[in-house]
């Protein structure tokens, strides 16, 4: 049953800025349509070579993949998130 007293039980949350940022960029991912994308199409968003993604593919690296029989595809969805979570913060003295 709804809390209707006004009161909110709930705890408050604080979240640092990076915190925040990570957040926003986590939902923006979430509701971004499915593009599915060809082996050639995802190596150009990557800016490497499609045999580069093959060769990933079979030591198990790289971003995640779809394969129904031999057919082979990249979420655009994945592709982000696979960059996002390289993401270096340089640290400054």
């Known amino acids: 049953m ?3 007293s006004g ?3 709930t705890p408050a949350v604080s979240l640092s ?6 957040l926003a960029a986590a939902i923006a ?4 349509p499915v ?3 060809t082996p050639d199409e995802a190596a150009a ?3 490497v070579p499609a045999a580069t993604l093959a060769q990933w593919r079979y030591r ?11 057919v082979v595809r990249y979420s655009r969805r994945d592709l ?12 400054y003295a």
């Open 2 to 4: 709804a809390n209707r």
């Open 7 to 9: 009161d909110n039980d």
């Open 17 to 22: 800025a990076a915190q925040l940022d990570a």
């Open 29 to 32: 991912v979430a509701i971004q």
């Open 35 to 37: 593009v599915w994308l």
């Open 45 to 47: 968003v990557l800016n």
């Open 60 to 70: 198990g690296q790289g971003p995640r993949y779809s394969k129904v029989g031999t």
């Open 80 to 91: 982000d998130a696979w960059l996002a979570a390289g993401t270096v913060e340089p640290r």
